[in-house]
């Protein structure tokens, strides 16, 4: 059937996708830049963005109005000062008018204030800055104006459907927007499928240092291990996992992770029955991250890479 | 090298590019130092290095997660969002705007729908017989009372008053339009608020020019005259905008949904920007011209605005719009 088919792939291979290079695995959106090197970002849920919604929300209502408050306060201050001066006049002229502006700066804080920030901070608003979160667009690359003004104008689809309480919008109940970024693989709500972004977060993580030990068993137990130990990716992944966490568990709780995985290990280095578990998977650690040489091409690379260029 | 060592003289590289991407990040504005920018690259680059070497020099995976969000941090900063650029703005507002709206199908669509309803219930607001107590079924037989009695105490307000209103008019004229573009992307949703807007505009329109609303119907000519091209125009503009995104998700021409959807909603931006401008020209109209009684401005010199506006609207949407044999060549070349 379709197994001989010209198409050489089965029917059970995957499907290829619209997406090359970009897969959305969980949470995580993998991109690949133009430097050949691809990286992940952690996509942001529909709650934590409704929070930086909020946010915004409070900071523009009320960053506005500060505003208004000072600049009437300042134009009261000014028209005493220069009562009776042509500078006087027209401060007094400007502030006649003064009700007309407060009404369309409001119009444009309330339609223009999300796309504004987007544009000129490279994709945050103030909520986003604060809590860690940027706009991209969907290839993992930073957005442009249009993007910006397209998904925030559209929030209002997001807001949808809205309770009505007599004349007036009503309170938004954000159903559209939820749904929408529910059903979507990457959290997109309306206005971002509309403009083609995502919200990643952009956190600020700490270098992460390697775990050191006090027992002084650990770092002989670990001479004592074969020098030709190379453990496997997932073996480093498991070791640097358990030694990150061991210090929050308590004692019976590393004594029943690790012997998932000592007890085979201590037959395979042929190391005595009673070694302590916990004790062995400190030292394959050190053995692992701060013992092992690496095969110096890859290091000389590395630096030569690094300093090359 | 061992990953300890390896970790530890690469640290201090990072963290520079960690501080470097802290920086930059407070910037609205995308120059930077060049020696700056330099190191900048440098360090993106080693960390891009280190990154792609980081599984096979076996480094502890929170470290390969660190480098990762480093990298995303620095390509972040690296390829920063570009602004409105003001080279190209004459070209986009002057060239581009008025040929794609010109052209555009979506736009005509409107045009018949809000030209055809509101002739349609200006006919039968003004004329009963045809289908009597229509006026009140669309608009209520308060509002339009309202609206009559509003129109019969039409006075000269201040100058405050004009302000204010022209700010109103500003945030609600070009709230409504805006709103009607955006929930055109659901093209029932939002043709029930284009229908509405014409029918209900041509209803007061019908009303007011009735014989038995006279005094009235002189006010509300002369109110709405000035403000009236550029009022209604931004009203098409907007829902023809919005046509055009509402139906690029139903009908792609080829694309995937989601494709057609970000480009049609990339092309109909500009016709939206332009309705917003023109509802905000309307609302000066109509906050200080429109309010003015016969005595100030007769209503002649408010039909002068009109007749301006409605030449430079002509000269923006045709005489900029038309298609000119130099575009087809380019067509016929790209093709």
Known sequence: MSLNSSNLSSPFAPKSGDATNLEVIDTMLLVETPEKISFQYQLAGPFRRAFAY???????????????????????????????????????????????????????????????????????????????????????????????????????????????????????????????????????????????????????????????????????????????????????????????????????????????????????????????????????????????????????????LGVGV | MKAAKLIESRQSAWQRLDNLCEEFGKRSKNKVPPEKAREFANLYRQACADLALAESNQLPPTTIDYLHQLVARAHNQLYRSKKFDRQVWYERIFVDTPKRIFNDTHVHIATLIFWGLFLISTWLAYDDTIWPGFAEQVAGAQRLEQSEEMFNQFGDRSVTTNSLMTGFYVYNNAGIGLVCFVTMLFVPVGMVTLSFNAMFLGTVFGYMFRPETAAAGMNFKNFVTAHGPFELTAIILSAGAGLKIGLSWLATGGLSRKDSLIKNAREALPIAMCSVSLFCMAAVIEGFVSPTTEAFLPWWAKGLVATACSLTLMIYLIVLGYPRPEDEMEEFDAA
């Open chain 1, 54 to 304: 909020i946010l915004d929300a409070l900071f523009s209502v009320i960053g506005y109005s500060i505003l208004l408050v000072v600049v009437a306060v300042l134009l009261g201050f000014l028209s005493n000062v220069f009562a009776g001066t042509a500078i006087g006049d027209l401060i007094g002229a400007v502030m006649e008018l003064g009700a007309g502006f407060a009404a369309i700066g409001f119009f444009i804080t309330y339609w223009f204030y999300g796309a504004a920030m987007e544009a000129w901070y490279n994709g945050q608003t103030l909520g986003k800055m604060i809590l860690g979160y940027r706009v991209l667009s969907a290839d993992g690359h930073a957005i442009d104006g249009v993007q910006a003004l397209l998904r925030n104008f559209f929030r209002l689809m997001d807001l949808f459907p809205m309770i009505p309480l007599g004349p007036g919008p009503g309170i938004p109940t954000c159903m559209f927007g939820l749904i929408a970024s529910t059903i979507s693989p990457k959290f997109q709500r309306i206005g971002d499928l509309v403009a083609g972004t995502i919200v990643v977060i952009d956190e600020k993580k700490w270098v992460p240092e390697l775990a050191t030990f006090s027992d002084p068993r650990v770092a002989q137990l670990s001479e004592v291990l074969p020098a030709d130990f190379v453990p496997s990716q997932s073996m480093l992944k498991t070791l640097a996992e358990y030694v990150d966490r061991r210090r929050f568990l308590a004692p019976t709780t590393t004594y029943e992770i690790a012997r998932q995985l000592a007890p085979s290990m201590i037959a395979k280095f042929g190391l005595p029955a009673d070694t302590d578990h916990d004790l062995l998977l400190c030292a394959m650690y050190t053995k692992a991250f701060l013992q092992v040489e690496q095969t110096p091409t890859k290091a000389e690379l590395a630096v030569s």
